[in-house]
């Protein structure tokens, strides 16, 4: 759902913009607040798995087109959700950097929709139905929950964000198609999240945020951010050659209803356009390769953004801290 340039109005470019400065700002200074080696390998593994999954389209059979994970809850259930818009905003940008996925122009009104509103917003739907149902079917059924209820609030803010830009007219059209495409697309996002977050739950339960409690292991996040980019690494060389070809959901509609054939291209195309390499055909090896770069490039990004942004926090790592095999196998649930 990564919108272009060129398709949204120039006041609505600036308001989402600034609106997404303000939410970014608001996201490093929490970023402040949060245990260093926790947040910096967890912001580093995840931007690289969210980038290498959004790379796997899924086909959504019943229709012509695909859908892929946006990763926002997912993100926001390790992270807590100031942080996991933050890892989103890094995938956004090397994304509209490095393969024109994503307009520079539209950056602000993407992380809008899949940063703020998909993750924030969907955290606010996850946390009290993990409250209330408690240990990890509570996690487990609110993140699935609130990743459905995300692909459909980013998808109405899109519509909106595109009446605002002239096409009021046609916002029933547009809104009856992208909340049906994206009702579907959202049993995917919330099928990925729950695997990724039972898997998470099996291994290392200590991994799910949870504000009211400060835990973590110390000594042992070089073997998270090996593993958790090892797995994002097989995702991108495994699994994204062999995403669907159909166009995605946002893609999908605007072909239909007209709206993207306004688009007058992007206004920076990066280095590998379209997850290609100039010169090279377009084949699984090239793609897997396109795919290993942006998800390094990723990590490291996201890596050097939470390191330059809880560096002076006091570690609260120490002797004294609990461990998760001392706190059971559950997560930190309040």
Known sequence: MHIPDNLLSQPVVLTTGALALGGFAVGLRKLRTRLRDRTMVLMGVMSAFVFAAQMVNFPLFVVPASGHLIGAVLAAVLLGPWAGALVLGTVLLVQSLLFADGGILALGANFL??????????????DPIRKALGGQSGVLIGAMVAAWFSVLLASLAFTIELGASGYW???PRVLGWMTMIHAIIGLGEAIIT??????????????IFDDDTILTRSGRWT?????????SLAVAAFLAPLASPNDDGLEFVGG?????????????TGPMPDYSIEGLPDIAPVTAAVGLIG???????GLVLARAFTRNTPSLE????????????????A
């Open 295 to 301: 998800t390094v490039s990723v990590f490291i990004t």
């Open 256 to 268: 239909r209803l007209g709206f993207l054939n306004e688009e007058a291209g992007s206004i920076f």
């Open 194 to 207: 729950g695997l990724v977050l039972r898997t998470v739950l099996s291994v290392r339960p200590d991994l």
């Open 223 to 231: 073997r998270v951010a090996i593993g958790g980019l090892a797995a």
């Open 113 to 126: 929709n899949l940063g703020l509103i998909a993750g924030v917003g969907g955290y606010a739907i996850y």
């Open 318 to 333: 120490g002797p004294n801290s609990s461990s998760p095999s001392e706190a059971g196998p559950e997560p930190h649930a």
């Open 169 to 171: 007219s046609d916002l």
